[in-house]
């Protein structure tokens, strides 16, 4: 890089769309990007070490070689309750259910090991643990609630949604500051609604769409497809305790 660098080291960017846009000759080294988009991008020339990646990964081709594949066989291969997560029946769909229930409350007990404070801590500035419980109400109440059982109104004011929803249908206070007992009282209850659903649906089901949506919130009012919108809260769940145990080993570890 010649003399004529701009240098805007430490700056950060939120909220900005960069569509299209063209990075030449540009030092990213130590940077953080969250929540970013990143589909379609090409990237030529470059190095990369000591690269950490978290996200959904699809088409990812490095090298000629699509990594995707690769990286779901390692996962499942890692832990197999995995594959699991990828259900194509109802029987499926109970076994998954069955496995993050018993997982997530091994979870829940490594976090009451800790200290009550640590629980509202953020590692990495990702959600603590708290957070992360607040979240999954949420998405079962988007999901399996909305739109599955077609409740225009199902959210508490412990929803936490994602990070880029800004207008809230719900008296939400983002600084609320809930004891695990608390988020965990709400949490069954959603929880116990997931099995009951899980419990009744039906392979016909499952290929069938859910009613129109209706109230405000996310998703967007439209109609969805039932093995979609129940394959989301599976996700949501597989992933975000991942997340949770990862964040619960560096604050142990304190």
């Given at each position: 890089?010649?003399?004529?660098?701009?240098?805007?080291?430490?700056?950060?960017?939120?909220?900005?769309?960069?569509?299209?846009?063209?990075?030449?000759?540009?030092?990213?080294?130590?940077?953080?990007?969250?929540?970013?988009?990143?589909?379609?991008?090409?990237?030529?020339?470059?190095?990369?070490?000591?690269?950490?990646?978290?996200?959904?990964?699809?088409?990812?081709?490095?090298?000629?070689?699509?990594?995707?594949?690769?990286?779901e066989a390692e996962l499942e291969r890692r832990d197999?309750?995995?594959?699991?997560?990828?259900?194509?029946?109802?029987?499926?769909?109970?076994?998954?259910?069955?496995?993050?229930?018993?997982?997530?409350?091994?979870?829940?007990?490594?976090?009451?090991?800790?200290?009550?404070?640590?629980?509202?801590?953020?590692?990495?500035?990702?959600?603590?643990?708290?957070?992360?419980?607040r979240h999954l109400c949420y998405a079962t109440d988007?999901?399996?609630?909305?739109?599955?059982?077609?409740?225009?109104?199902?959210?508490?004011?412990?929803?936490?949604?994602?990070?880029?929803?800004?207008?809230?249908?719900?008296?939400?206070?983002?600084?609320?500051?809930?004891?695990?007992?608390?988020?965990?009282?709400?949490?069954?209850?959603?929880?116990?609604?997931?099995?009951?659903?899980?419990?009744?649906?039906?392979?016909?089901?499952?290929a069938e769409h859910t009613e129109p949506v209706e109230?405000?919130?996310?998703?967007?009012?439209?109609?969805?497809?039932?093995?979609?919108?129940?394959?989301?809260?599976?996700?949501?769940?597989?992933?975000?305790?991942?997340?949770?145990?990862?964040?619960?080993?560096?604050?142990?570890?304190?």
């Amino acid at each position: 890089m010649g003399d004529d660098l701009q240098d805007l080291t430490g700056t950060t960017y939120e909220r900005t769309r960069l569509r299209d846009a063209r990075f030449t000759w540009v030092d990213l080294s130590g940077s953080w990007i969250r929540e970013a988009d990143l589909t379609g991008v090409r990237m030529r020339g470059v190095e990369m070490a000591d690269v950490e990646i978290d996200g959904e990964l699809q088409n990812v081709v490095i090298n000629g070689v699509d990594v995707a594949p690769l990286i779901e066989a390692e996962l499942e291969r890692r832990d197999p309750d995995y594959a699991k997560m990828k259900p194509k029946d109802a029987d499926g769909f109970r076994e998954a259910w069955e496995v993050l229930e018993r997982r997530w409350g091994e979870t829940v007990d490594h976090a009451r090991s800790l200290d009550p404070a640590l629980l509202h801590e953020r590692v990495d500035d990702e959600w603590s643990f708290i957070e992360t419980l607040r979240h999954l109400c949420y998405a079962t109440d988007a999901w399996v609630n909305r739109v599955y059982l077609g409740d225009p109104d199902p959210w508490s004011p412990l929803d936490l949604p994602f990070t880029s929803l800004r207008s809230f249908p719900w008296s939400h206070e983002k600084d609320v500051r809930p004891t695990l007992d608390e988020v965990l009282e709400l949490r069954a209850d959603r929880q116990a609604t997931v099995r009951r659903v899980l419990a009744e649906v039906t392979d016909a089901e499952l290929a069938e769409h859910t009613e129109p949506v209706e109230g405000e919130g996310w998703p967007p009012a439209d109609r969805y497809p039932v093995a979609e919108a129940l394959s989301i809260v599976v996700n949501e769940e597989w992933h975000h305790r991942r997340y949770a145990e990862r964040d619960l080993a560096v604050l142990g570890s304190r």
